[in-house]
């Protein structure tokens, strides 16, 4: 897939996410519906946050790319990008259910947001091993 299908279908649906996040708020009651409106409420939220923060992020790296004039190869900037867009989308969607709950403070927060630091430290600190050829003929034989 290419980078320019890629980010059109993202855009796509975060858009859809978007439109059905606005329906759920405006068309929804979560007295009436329960559990699964609310449910339906945050998914919606989160796949919207996840889609926006993701080219938003994407958006951001390859400007600094140009900024600075390297050479590196835009579709590599896709995975950090949504990975962070994760947690950014899941730091929004835990913060509304701990405020919903009357438990959103600084210290719960603060603690969610470490959390969130300390998991992407794990993903970048993590060496990842390059595939040879010898470890390609192991697989195959």
């Known amino acids: ?9 993202v855009a796509s649906v975060t858009i859809v996410s978007w439109a059905a996040w ?3 708020l405006f ?5 009436l519906s329960g559990l699964v409106g609310i449910f339906v409420f945050y998914a919606s939220l989160f796949f919207s946050l996840l889609g ?3 080219l938003l992020g994407l958006g951001v790296r390859v400007l600094i790319k140009r900024i600075r004039h390297r050479t590196t190869v835009t579709f590599r900037l896709v995975t ?17 259910m701990l405020f919903s709950k009357n438990v959103f403070n600084l210290w719960s927060v603060g603690m969610l947001l470490i959390g969130l630091i300390v998991l992407e430290g794990f993903y970048l600190t993590k060496k990842q091993t390059p595939i040879t050829r010898q470890t390609k003929a192991k697989d195959t034989v």
């Open 22 to 24: 606005l329906t759920v």
């Open 80 to 96: 950090p990008s949504i990975r962070q867009a994760i947690w950014f989308a899941l730091l929004v969607i835990i913060s509304l």
């Open 52 to 54: 926006s923060f993701a």
């Open 27 to 31: 068309y929804i009651d979560p007295e």
């Open 1 to 9: 897939m290419s980078l320019q299908r890629f980010l059109i279908s």
